[in-house]
């Protein structure tokens, strides 16, 4: 998985980004009152994939401040459910962008990259922040961890979803990052429908491991409770399955 290519060069963006986790660090300082749990979990280097619910448009940011390696991420080209006011921070910080509807080679490639050079790379399994309990995952988080072989660190967040409509009201949220033990690795082998079963498969290991780092309401499909299990019903319908959109190479 080695690459030359200097589009996928890791890390990149060193000073830059060193100055947005300073404004990240500061704004979580401000906005809510965050504990972050299991800093002795996480591993002194990578390759590493950092896998994590996804209930706000804040939890990328979340993952920058409960880490300090030089991340990257694969994620939406468009954060459809993130105001303007904070859209310019992945922009600024950059990622690899998946594009609804396409294959993404790009990102696929750069988040190999990233693999191959031992780095650090996030990536939220459900594939959006449309609801706010766990979902089934989209396929890409396991498809990486299968293609990649490397382990995974799985991440928690809560209360996320509060920190701008309670300081709205001039209040802090309390926020939590949780970071559970290293797994994996994994691999799938065959084709066809029996590589896609293991497939799916990884990506159910994935969310279960996510599922006990967050409380038991928000566990949704990964709940022991039926009764939250029957109440997260639709919500595993991907809101973006008809969208496609063009893929263009982006830094």
């Known amino acids: 998985m080695e690459t030359q290519d200097p589009t996928f060069q890791y890390p990149r963006r060193r000073v830059i980004r060193w100055a947005l986790r300073q404004m990240i660090k500061a704004a979580f300082a401000l906005l809510a009152d965050m504990r972050i749990i299991g800093r002795e979990n996480l591993p002194e280097k990578g390759p590493l994939l950092l896998v994590g619910n996804h209930f706000s448009f804040i939890d990328p940011v979340a993952m920058i401040r ?33 594009f609804r509807g396409t294959g993404s080679r790009h990102a696929l490639r750069g988040a190999e990259a990233v693999i191959s050079q031992g780095g650090v790379l996030g990536i939220f399994p459900e594939g959006g922040s449309w609801a706010t309990v766990l979902r089934p995952p989209r396929p890409g988080a396991a498809f990486l961890a299968a293609r990649t072989g490397a382990r995974i660190v799985p991440m928690g967040f809560d209360g996320m979803i509060d920190i701008f409509p309670r300081f709205r009201k001039g209040r802090r949220a309390r926020a939590t990052v949780r970071i559970g033990q290293p797994f994996g690795p994994f691999s799938a082998e065959g084709r066809g429908r029996e590589r896609r079963r293991q497939l799916d498969e990884i990506g159910h290991t994935i969310m279960r491991q996510i599922a006990e780092l967050i409380p038991p309401e928000r566990c949704g499909f990964y709940s022991d409770d039926p009764a939250v299990r029957e109440a997260a019903r639709g919500t595993e319908i991907y809101p973006w399955s008809d969208a496609v959109e063009g893929e263009v190479p982006r830094r």
């Open 66 to 98: 409960a880490t300090e390696w030089p991340l990257e991420f694969v994620g939406a080209f468009d954060a459809l459910n993130a105001p303007p006011v904070v859209t310019w921070i992945p922009a600024v910080w950059g990622r690899y962008p998946v």
